[in-house]
């Protein structure tokens, strides 16, 4: 999860040693910005069944909710009084495809068997596979930042074939909506590792699907988030225009009573759209009304909906604002921002924004700065196959044409020659 929680130390600790782990859950669920509802939603439970966890005090608690609530939320097991052990270590070898599919199912299993027991009523079948699923997906996720999209991509197209073989048991239409939302979150994620892949026709499949099965949930917002991922994928495909299309039709979907978050995240897709399609003033505009929304967000301290369950900060406006001056081939906006203190997130996200800084010191004539930059970008590339990663490094060395590059530019060259992922 994006959202940084201090475990060492302060309020958590506290109710850790005082034995009240529904407080140290309240505070890491808040930290991460996330509602009782969302939380909720991922471990099969209602929104007042949570209230309920997080008010017990130091009273007894059942150790599977305890441990399907610290999985999803990556609090240490310690903290809330169960063994460290519970949490599986993932050792891949690169070596051997099937002893890796073997250990990342087997990692995933592990993360995900606690959520089970976690729901309150043993009857609702549908909805004991509902919160399973979803939690095995959100565990994929967290695995994504840690592990090659190669890896994880087949172990997620069996999880899907999965949630299509138990969607199809389903005999009410209220089951059969909630597995639709749950395979859309999975479809999304698939798209997204089809995109880090290099592979664009499987990713706008896999989010076109996403999109579908949100519409069949009778879910709105859900369907607006698949509608924006999608619009977001085709602006930086190179789509602008696409994009803008998109992103107007997810506000569509949302009608006038859309949540600020939306709004907030959907001027920072205009903003890229517009960038990519060369129009630097509708950029402009787009960010500097995504930040006044985000600004307020941050002032309002008012956790987002789901499935906007990360907070949306002046941050993440300032990381697009780099990303679409990278596109528009503007340094100052580029390099006006502190860009080290942007590149947050997992290695790949890093990387991403390494070339677009990297970008910006071109456009600015600074050759060396750039390629250094950009080569600190390849090796994660390179370590995670990447091929989104990969391709936009070479869409950088495309940028610089000449006859005499320097040193660090052949360095370059030469370990980008022969990569084939």
Known sequence: MGDVVDFQAGPIRDASRAGDYGRVIELTRKGRQMTQAALGQALGMSQSAVSRLEKRGQA??????????????????????????????????????????TVLGGAVAAMAAPILAAVPDTHDTIGGQAAALRLTTSSYRRLDGITPSRDLADAME????????????????????????VGSEAASFAGWLAWDKGDHGSARSWYGGAVKAARTAQNPLLTAYQIGTLAQFEAH????????????????????????????????????????????????????ESRTAAEALTAEQEPPPWPWVFSFTPDKVAACRVTCGARLGLPEWVLA????????????QRALLVLDIAAGHLAGGRVEAAFALASRALEAGLQYRSGRIVERARALRRSLTTASPPRVVRDFDERLHGVYL
């Open 60 to 101: 007894s608690y059942s150790t599977d909710v305890l441990a399907a609530a610290a999985a999803h939320l990556q609090i240490p097991p310690a903290l809330v009084g169960l063994a460290d052990g519970r949490t599986a270590q993932v050792q891949v070898r690169d070596d051997d495809p099937m002893h890796r599919r």
């Open 158 to 181: 069996g999880h899907i074939r999965l949630i299509q073989t138990i969607t199809r048991t389903a005999t009410g239409d209220a089951d059969r909506a909630r597995l639709a939302a």
């Open 237 to 288: 495909a190179g789509n602008g225009v696409e994009a803008l299309n998109l992103a107007r039709r997810a506000r569509r979907v949302l009608g006038e009573q859309r949540p600020a978050v939306a709004d907030a995240w959907l001027m920072t897709v205009d903003a890229l759209g517009y960038a990519v399609a060369g129009d630097r003033r509708g950029a402009d505009r787009a960010l500097v």
């Open 337 to 348: 921002e502190d860009v080290e203190a942007l590149t947050t997130g997992d290695a790949k």
